[in-house]
């Protein structure tokens, strides 16, 4: 297993604390904070999220950022031609030079309007494409297509958001992994990772819902909205718009949404700086790795700052 260096974080941010032009002032924060890279993604049809040009949001961060590296986590390839991906990403490259990564994602749209507004069939069938379609963005990128992307390819490092068979898929390409998923799905990813990859493969990066806060319950809150929403959306069939923990309806829930949401908190990684810090560093060893992606839309905009100053504070110790 690779030796655990000092910890590092970076962070995705879906859109959903707030107007867009926070996303860049979030950007500017964790710039201040020495984070390494701050990500944007890509949602469709999804309320409180309106973050469905990934390449567009990235180029918007960068232009008001200075140092750090800005990218996607991620462009969901599915739902473009790997051409116009192509595209997207020597233009980025060329307006930030040295600047860009790009995390490439093989999910679909969340609901069947969102699928037919994409022009996507059925999921399963549309996700057996992902490798292939993969293999063609690699080519349109180092010029192997009839037809030549413009600006050109300038090294732009290329992730793979990865479970296990992406990570396989990713390895045999020889490109980086940004894992994703509860710790023990991550460890498995890894191993196949390494298995199969070459031996100057990009270091592994994971990606984990953290919130750190002066006590636990104050941490637990950060995190608490987005568990909520994401238990009703199995039953709607729709991922509202995210609320602060206080306005949350507890009492209206099932048990058994109840312990979802305890299921789904129990597979993050909150608590005090001392807990935080334990806990990541036991994470890195299992996995291998030293750089955190730090996940978990949270609509407390100040709990979630305090939470990257505290975090922050983790990375200078080390």
């Known amino acids: 297993m690779a030796t655990v260096v000092a910890m590092r974080f970076s962070v995705l941010d879906r859109g959903a604390a707030g107007p867009l032009d926070q996303v860049a002032e979030h950007a500017r924060h964790v710039e201040r904070l020495g984070f390494q890279r701050f990500l944007v993604a890509e949602h469709h049809g999804v309320p409180g999220i309106p973050a469905g040009q990934p390449g567009m949001l990235a180029a918007h961060v960068a232009a008001r950022t200075q140092r ?5 986590a991620g462009v969901m390839l599915l739902n473009h031609p790997p051409f116009l991906v192509a595209e997207q ?3 980025l490259e060329a307006l930030y030079p040295g600047r860009i990564d790009i995390g490439i994602g093989s999910s679909v749209g969340f609901t069947g309007p969102v699928r037919r507004a994409l022009r ?3 999921p399963a069938e549309v996700k057996q494409r992902f490798e292939a379609e993969l293999a063609t963005l690699l080519r349109y990128l180092r010029g192997e297509e009839a037809v030549t992307v413009r600006p050109e390819y300038a090294g732009t490092p290329i992730y793979v958001l990865a479970g296990f068979r992406s990570a396989m898929v990713a390895a045999k390409m020889g490109l980086g992994v940004i894992l994703g998923g509860p710790v023990a799905t991550q460890e498995a990813a890894a191993r196949v990772y390494r298995e199969h990859a070459l031996a100057d493969a990009p270091p592994i990066i994971s990606s984990l819902n953290i919130a750190v806060a002066d006590t636990s319950a104050a941490a637990r809150e950060l995190l608490l909205p987005e568990a909520y929403a994401k238990v009703l959306a199995q039953s709607t069939g729709e991922f509202a718009a995210l609320r602060p923990a206080g306005e949350l309806d507890m009492e209206a829930l099932t048990g058994q949404q109840r312990r979802r949401i305890e299921e789904a908190l129990a597979h993050d990684v909150w608590g005090t ?3 935080v810090g334990e806990e990541l560093r036991g994470v890195g060893k299992r996995l291998g790795v030293s750089e955190f992606v730090v996940t978990g839309d949270m ?3 100040g709990g979630r ?5 505290l975090l922050a504070s983790l990375q200078a110790e080390n």
């Open 299 to 301: 609509p407390d905009v």
């Open 68 to 72: 750090i590296r800005v990218g996607t």
């Open 273 to 275: 700086v001392r807990e």
């Open 305 to 309: 700052a305090r939470s990257e100053e």
């Open 120 to 122: 996507q069939g059925d």
């Open 89 to 91: 990403i020597n233009l």
